[in-house]
C-alpha cells in the first residue's frame, strides 16, 4: 500500500520511467510522455578514461573518431560490460529530465533492464539511479515491461508470449500471473543483421561498406519474408580491389539471403520456447497470438516468417521501439498493484563479500 505521504509526493514528482536498451535508451516522464530516445552510447577518451560524449552526440562519432576517442555501447550484448560508464550514462539521462535542484519531489524510477544482467549489476543500476536523484529505484525485466507496454495481459492468468528484437539481443518469453513462465535470450538481433550485410558486401561485391550504411540498407530493403514487390537499392564503399569508391545495386532477395543466419536463429528461439512452454499456455497462445516488440520488429515480413514457422498469428505491437519504455510508464501509474512484475529486491541488500 502506498503512505499518505507517498501519494502526495506522487502528485508532485516527476516520476521517470527508463528503457535502458542495447541500442537505444528511452525515458518517459509520468504524465508527459516519452522525453528521451537517443541511443545507449559513451564517447570516451582512451587513455585518462574521461567521458567526451553521451547519446545522440556520442553516436555522431562512431567511425569518425581520432584513434584516441572510442566510442562505447556499455550494454551492447544484454550484460553490463562496464559499470561505471553504465552509472554515468544513466545519470546523465535522468540529470537530463530530472533536476537536482528544483523545489520538486524527488522522482520513483522503474528501469527496464536486459534480463541477462546479474545481481552485481542490478544493484549497479538501481545505485546510479538513486545518485542520480531518484527517491526510489525499481527494476523490471525488459520482456515484462516490452509485454505489459504492448497491452498483453500480464496478471491474468492466461498466456502471452512476447519477442523484442533489439539491437544485441533478442528475448522471448511467455507470461502468466505477473511472471515470466518461460524464456530466452539470444545475443543475436538487429546488429549481427547489420555485420551481415557488411559481410555480404565484402564477399559478394568485394564492396568494403560501413555500420552504419549496413544498418540503412536493412531499414530500406531488409527483409525475412518475399515481398509483394522486391526492392533494389544502391550500395555505397569502398571497393577492396581499386581502393576506390564504388557503388553497386542490390536487390532485396540478395539482402534476405544475407539475413538468413541472424533471422534463422530468431527463428529458432522462438521455436525452442514453444516447445518448452507448458500445454495450458500454448493453447492461449494459439487464442492470442504472438507479439512482437523492438526495432527489430520493424524489418519487413519478420512477423510473416514468424508465423509461416510457428503456424501461430505474429503481430508487430504498436510503436514495437517504444513498447519497454511504455511498459515502465505503465507499471509507474499502478506502483501498488503491479510490485509483482518487477525484479525482487535482492539487489538492494547489501552485498556479502566472499
Ligand atoms: P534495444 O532495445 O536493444 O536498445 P531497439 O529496440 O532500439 O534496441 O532496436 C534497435 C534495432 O532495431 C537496431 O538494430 C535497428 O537497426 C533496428 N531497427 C530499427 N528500425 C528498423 C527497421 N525499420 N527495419 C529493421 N530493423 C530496424
Ligand atoms: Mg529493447
Not at 530516445?37 to 562519432?61: D, H, Q, W
Not at 544513466?90 to 523545489?103: E, N, P, S
Not at 524464456?183 to 568494403?208: C, T, W
Request: charged share 25%; hydrophobic share 45%.
Amino acid at each position: 500500500m502506498l503512505s499518505p505521504i507517498n501519494a502526495i509526493l506522487g502528485l508532485f514528482s516527476r516520476d521517470i520511467g527508463v528503457d535502458l536498451g542495447t541500442a537505444t535508451t528511452l525515458l518517459m516522464v509520468r504524465h508527459q510522455g516519452i522525453v528521451i530516445c537517443e541511443p545507449s552510447v559513451v564517447a570516451i577518451e582512451k587513455k585518462s578514461k574521461k567521458v567526451l560524449a553521451i547519446g545522440t552526440e556520442a553516436k555522431r562519432m562512431v567511425g569518425r573518431t581520432p584513434g584516441n576517442i572510442v566510442a562505447i555501447r556499455p550494454l551492447k550484448d544484454g550484460v553490463i560490460s562496464d559499470f561505471e560508464i553504465t552509472e554515468q550514462m544513466l545519470h546523465y539521462f535522468i540529470g537530463k529530465v530530472h533536476d537536482q535542484f528544483a523545489l520538486i519531489p524527488r522522482p520513483r524510477v522503474v528501469i527496464g533492464i536486459p534480463s541477462g544482467v546479474t545481481e552485481v549489476e542490478k544493484r549497479a543500476v538501481h545505485d546510479a539511479a538513486i545518485n542520480a536523484g531518484a527517491r526510489e529505484a525499481y527494476l523490471i525485466e525488459q520482456p515484462m515491461a516490452a509485454a505489459i507496454g504492448a497491452g498483453l495481459p500480464v496478471n491474468e492468468p492466461t498466456g502471452s508470449m512476447v519477442v523484442d528484437i533489439g539491437g544485441g539481443t533478442t528475448e522471448v518469453a511467455v507470461i502468466s500471473l505477473g511472471g515470466i513462465v518461460v524464456s530466452r535470450s539470444l545475443r543475436v538481433a538487429g546488429d549481427e543483421m547489420d555485420q551481415e550485410v557488411i559481410q555480404f558486401a565484402r564477399q559478394k561485391y568485394n564492396l568494403l561498406i560501413g555500420e552504419r550504411t549496413a544498418e540503412e540498407v536493412k531499414w530500406e530493403a531488409g527483409s525475412a519474408f518475399p515481398m509483394n514487390e522486391e526492392k533494389r537499392v544502391a550500395l555505397r564503399g569502398r571497393d577492396l580491389v581499386t581502393g576506390l569508391p564504388r557503388e553497386v545495386e542490390v536487390s532485396s532477395i540478395e539482402l534476405r539471403e544475407a539475413l538468413s543466419g541472424s533471422v534463422g536463429m530468431i527463428v529458432e528461439a522462438v521455436k525452442t520456447t514453444l516447445e518448452q512452454t507448458p500445454p495450458e499456455l500454448v493453447a492461449d497462445l494459439m487464442a492470442h497470438g504472438i507479439a512482437l516488440a523492438g526495432g527489430g520488429a520493424l524489418l519487413s515480413g519478420i512477423d510473416q516468417r514468424l508465423s509461416y514457422e510457428t503456424k501461430m498469428r505474429v503481430y508487430v505491437a504498436d510503436d514495437p521501439m517504444t513498447c519497454v519504455v511504455r511498459g515502465t510508464g505503465l507499471v509507474l501509474e499502478e506502483l501498488g498493484t503491479l510490485k509483482k512484475v518487477l525484479v525482487s529486491d535482492q539487489h538492494k541488500k547489501p552485498l556479502k563479500l566472499a
